[in-house]
């Protein structure tokens, strides 16, 4: 596996890659990798002849400054992870290689951005499509792969592509979840033993809520229920717990639950999880 840490050099190589006819398949992540980015890579690989993987804890993403610091950083480790898959470029940035100047651009994506992760982390969309846009005008692939897990993320970069023409098929992966249902997350790393058993609350809402909804009972009772339970748990704060539409995120209920996905966003102890269910 080829590593870059400058722009220009990797520009120049895919620009190689790109002559002898090689397709060129994208994944974007900022690190402390485990199976569900490794899954991405995999889900790639049928798409595109020459992978590369990024790792770049974007600063302009984090509302919270205490969150970014204590973002995971795992390098080396990431580099072994990334062998194991065939990863056949990694591209590194430092922040100043990125944003050689603060960024001045914006982004809005109308309501999109404006509710569910949006709302709780105002300018979130806007720095993660800042990021993303740049890396799609460095890297130019063919195909990238983004994680369901971050369902609005998804969505955001899908608006990104369609408005900015960007010629890139993007690929939707499935989350990748631990034995006992909590979605892998880079932040789990930071849960104490305690914390770790009681972060399975996300992923049993979720399928009980998901259940309840085909049996017929009303979102604001599931809803009132999730709050009142996720309330008694010590070391648990919702942030929010709610059911949209799959395709746009539009908050009215107006849809066949079917085509809903639920949604949400909790505190277990420090750490900031957020998870979904397709219903
Ligand atoms: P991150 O490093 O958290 O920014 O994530 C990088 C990419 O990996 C994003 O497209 C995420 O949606 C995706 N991802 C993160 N966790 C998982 C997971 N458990 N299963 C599938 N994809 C994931």
């Known amino acids: 596996m080829q590593i870059f840490k400058e722009i220009q050099p990797l520009r120049e190589h895919l620009r190689h890659r790109r002559s002898e006819g090689v397709s060129i398949g994208f994944v974007p992540t900022m690190g402390a990798l485990h199976e569900g980015h490794l899954e991405l890579i995999r889900a790639t690989r049928g798409s595109a002849g020459h992978i590369v993987a990024s790792i770049f804890v ?16 795992t390098l080396e480790k990431d580099i072994e992870l990334l062998k194991t898959v065939s990863c056949d470029v990694l591209f590194a940035p430092e922040v100043a290689g990125m944003y050689e100047k603060p960024a001045t651009i914006h982004f809005d994506f109308g309501q999109l951005d404006k509710v569910l992760e949006g709302k709780f982390r105002p300018g ?7 990021v993303v846009g740049k890396l799609f005008n460095i890297v130019e692939p063919d195909v990238a792969a983004f994680g369901q897990k971050d369902y609005q993320q ?57 259940q309840r909804l085909l049996d017929g009972t009303d979102w604001s009772s599931i809803q009132k229920d999730v709050q009142t339970t996720l309330s008694k748990i010590a070391d648990v704060q919702l942030e929010y717990f709610e059911l949209a539409h799959r395709n746009d995120l539009t908050s009215t209920l107006e849809f066949d639950k079917r085509e809903g996905v639920i949604l949400m966003a909790c505190n277990v102890g420090p750490v900031r999880l957020i998870d979904n269910m397709l219903v």
Not at 181 to 201: C, D
Not at 204 to 209: D, G, N, R
């Open 154 to 210: 998804l969505q955001v970069i899908t608006r990104l592509v369609e408005e900015l023409k960007f010629n890139i098929r993007l690929i939707p992966v499935p989350t990748l979840r631990e034995p006992d249902g909590l979605a892998m997350s880079s932040r789990n790393t930071r849960l104490s033993p305690q914390q770790r058993k009681t972060a399975v609350v996300l992923h049993q809402s979720l399928a009980s809520a998901r």
């Open 124 to 130: 979130h969309f806007s720095g993660v499509a800042t």
């Open 58 to 73: 974007n600063p302009t993403q984090f509302n919270n400054p205490s969150d970014l610091e204590k973002y995971p950083r």
